[in-house]
């Protein structure tokens, strides 16, 4: 696609429930990125693929949170049990590669998400 | 990562350049400066980015201190739709460590009148 697309835009949760974020990259991307941006605040990383694989998933806050992108190019971001202050939003970013001859990242319109 | 400052907000007028700052004392030989733009309720984008020499694109130009302490983000006629947060991020582009990692602060929040 043209962009980065993310679904939903929106998601409103009960606290206890579990949700799936999902990230479609720019086709051939085959860097992907998640990030959360709580309000008034910059976005902070989550987690980093490479290919399928997690490369590094050091900014997940704790085992509740989990990433996959079986093939490559969607990615899900998985999170069990939510709670209220989980609440932000979801930011996924793609590029061809991390490296500065690719430039910039592209990054998606995120899903906001609220647990009540 | 090494850190940035930039103020935490500006004011422009319509079809005026405005210049965004931002320090970057601790800045490594190899660290990139990468500027982004979060625009309301959007992902941010990329705008540029320069490692020594300034540079231009059709968004903005970036002006880099000798001493790459510091950088310049110049919008040369802000528009109404160039109203953001405009963030100054340092990546290292030589492949050490985790340089896939953009560490963003608060930016600064630029305002536009028309």
């Known amino acids: 696609g043209a962009g980065v697309s993310q679904t939903p835009s929106n998601k409103v949760t009960e606290k206890g429930k579990y949700v799936e974020l999902r990230c479609d990259p720019i086709?051939?991307?085959?860097?992907l990125y998640w990030y959360r941006q709580s309000l008034g605040q910059g976005p902070e990383f989550l987690i980093y693929f490479q290919g399928t694989g997690a490369a590094d998933d050091s900014g997940l806050p704790n085992d509740r949170f989990f990433a996959v992108r079986p093939e490559g190019s969607v990615s899900t971001l998985k999170i069990q049990r939510t709670e209220r202050g989980d609440s932000a939003v979801y930011l996924c970013a793609s590029s061809l590669e991390h490296r500065e001859s690719s430039g910039g990242y592209t990054f998606g319109s995120g899903t906001r998400l609220t647990v009540v | 990562d090494a850190k940035t400052t930039q103020p935490n907000s500006m004011e422009s007028n319509e079809e005026e350049p405005v210049h965004l700052p931002c320090n970057h004392s601790?800045?490594?030989?190899?660290?990139?400066i990468h500027w982004y733009r979060q625009l309301p309720s959007q992902g941010p984008e990329y705008v540029i980015h320069g490692l020594t020499s300034n540079v231009n694109n059709r968004m903005a130009s970036l002006a880099i201190a000798e001493d790459r302490k510091s950088s310049t983000l110049i919008l040369h006629r802000a528009t109404l739709r160039d109203a953001a947060v405009y963030y100054c991020i340092l990546r290292d582009g030589f492949g050490g460590g985790s340089n896939y990692k953009l560490t963003f602060g608060k930016g600064t929040l630029l305002t536009v009148n028309p």
């Open positions: 601790t800045i490594s030989g190899t660290d990139y």
């Open positions: 086709s051939g991307h085959t860097a």
